[in-house]
């Protein structure tokens, strides 16, 4: 197989875990953080994980869900970026290569550089996408065994004001407190950045 | 991914084409080409070895899945049984599930390739009093995170009685800004308004000109929105989890989210009707069935396609 095949390829099988967004995903890490059921479940007990309980621990649960976000987000941002790679004109990794760089060098003062407006583009978007988090707590804690609670996110305790409390007077507050975290945060990243001046 | 990350793509590639030679890769030592294939290998892994997982599990008993290899397959009598199983579960509740996501993401596919490609069009060609308005509200509701939305999705729509009707699940998913926007971007870029003006010199009315001239040449570009538009509106949790409270109205992945509740495993206050492990597997297979199979057709778009930018290999 050619590597531009390979490639082309490897990058289809990365973003398969992209049709299992939200609910199947979680699915899927339930069953893999089930020493009983998993096909990891020598990793997990080396780690000290012998039950599903241990491994859904409530001080695990922020690097799983982040887990969960990379395995169903990362395949489309990798696609994203090999066509980001792909634009940087061909002269400019000539001139670099001329001048003796190698590939970390390259990569390092050449390829991330000039990624940086995509770079940016994605941390506000995953980060928007972190502080909305709702389905993945949610599902969590109707199987955790009453180990993860019903109010871990921000948006779980909004509906839980809105629709358990009928109080959709604080929901509205914790929504627009949300929104001014993405925006701000967006703001930081976007002028620290220089997103939006002209390269 | 987020689909809104195609927006740049988009415009990079629509206002410049340019063909540029294949790159050579760097030469680069042995040392960086194994190490770069072990980070590919472990990606691979990672990535693929769930899904894998998952597509056995759905063949196996629950006393095969807990004893056996968690690669080897069972057997399709296994699988038949669990299929069985899953259906009579509330008497093929299942099965209706998967329609009414089916039905849900169709008719908003159907309203937003409407409504959103001619708006995105006439922002692109036309000029009329509140068009940069319009335009600017576009992008900032484009940016608004959904979440924040769905409570006061829930207030306005219950002011009009249309909570627990497919409308209010409808009706905001067709709601759909960044399809405007992408659709906007493709013909302000890349359709010459040349052709435009051949086509209305040649007796093409206004209609004409979109439909005969601009439609087929967005083919891509409407592929591209239907696909984001479809896979973002199936795979959608929160809003008819809030919006549709009876269970015989549920799309797929509320009622694989209610089946959850059901396995004893992973919750032993569960009931009676007790769902097994392996046809959870299957039913969250099914759930996904459909956006597996838009993937592989899309799979020449997004991957070979508009991102693989300009310099296409």
């Known amino acids: 197989m050619s590597a531009r095949r390979l490639s082309g390829l490897l990058r289809f099988l990365y973003y398969i875990p992209g049709a299992l967004a939200g609910v199947a995903g979680v699915m899927v890490w339930l069953f893999m953080l089930d020493p009983t059921v998993s096909p990891a479940a020598s990793l997990l007990r080396l780690l000290g994980y012998g039950t599903f309980t241990a491994a859904i621990a409530p001080g695990h649960l922020a690097i799983l869900f982040a887990m969960i976000a990379f395995w169903t987000g990362a395949g489309g941002w990798i696609v994203v970026m090999h066509g980001a790679l792909n634009n940087i004109p061909l002269d400019i990794m000539e001139a670099a290569r001329i001048d003796g760089a190698g590939p970390w060098r390259t990569a390092r003062h050449i390829q991330l550089p000039m990624l940086r407006k995509w770079i940016v583009y994605m941390v506000i978007l995953a980060f928007a996408a972190g502080t909305q988090l709702f389905v993945e707590p949610q599902l969590i804690s109707e199987a955790s065994l009453g180990v993860a609670g019903r109010d871990y996110s921000v948006a779980q305790l909004s509906y839980d004001f809105a629709f358990q409390n009928n109080n959709v007077n604080y929901a509205a507050a914790i929504s627009v407190e949300l929104l001014v975290v993405s925006l701000v945060v967006a703001a930081i990243f976007v002028t620290r950045s220089r997103f939006f001046d002209a390269s | ?313």
């Open chain 2, 1 to 313: 991914m987020r689909a809104d990350t195609l927006v740049r793509a988009v415009r990079n590639t629509a206002a410049q084409p340019r063909v540029r030679p294949r790159r050579r890769p760097h030469p680069s030592g042995a040392a960086g080409t194994v190490l770069s294939g072990l980070v590919l290998i472990a990606f691979l892994v990672f990535f693929v070895v769930p899904v894998g997982w998952l597509l056995l599990a759905a063949t196996k008993t629950d006393a095969q899945l807990v004893r056996d290899n968690p690669f080897s397959f069972g057997s399709w009598h296994a699988l038949r049984m669990n299929w069985d199983a899953l259906t009579s579960f509330q008497g093929d509740t299942i099965l209706l599930w998967l329609r009414n996501s089916a039905l849900y993401a169709f008719l908003a596919l159907v309203i937003t390739l409407v409504l959103g490609v001619p708006a995105g069009y006439a922002m692109a060609m036309m000029e009329f009093r509140g068009r940069h308005a319009l335009l600017v509200i576009t992008l900032v509701v484009m940016l608004m995170p959904a979440t924040t939305l769905v409570v006061p999705l829930f207030l306005e729509l219950n002011e009009v009685h249309l909570i627990g009707s497919l409308w209010s699940v409808v009706l905001p998913y067709s709601f759909y800004p960044f399809g405007v926007y992408l659709t906007y971007i493709y013909f302000s870029t890349a359709l010459p308004r040349d052709l435009l003006a051949a086509a209305r010199i040649d007796g093409c009315t206004e209609f004409g000109a979109f439909r005969r001239i601009a439609l087929p040449l967005a083919a891509p570009i409407i592929a591209l929105v239907g696909f984001f538009s479809f896979v973002a509106n199936w795979t959608n949790f929160f809003l008819p989890y809030v919006m549709l409270p009876q269970s015989d109205q549920y799309p797929a992945q509320v009622g694989i989210a209610l089946l959850l509740t059901d396995v004893p495993q992973f919750n032993p206050t569960a009931g009676t009707a007790t769902v097994l492990r392996p046809e959870l597997a299957l039913a969250t297979l099914l759930a996904i069935a459909p956006v597996l199979v838009v993937f592989l057709f899309a799979q020449r778009y997004l991957i070979a396609g508009l991102l693989a930018g300009a310099n296409k290999e």
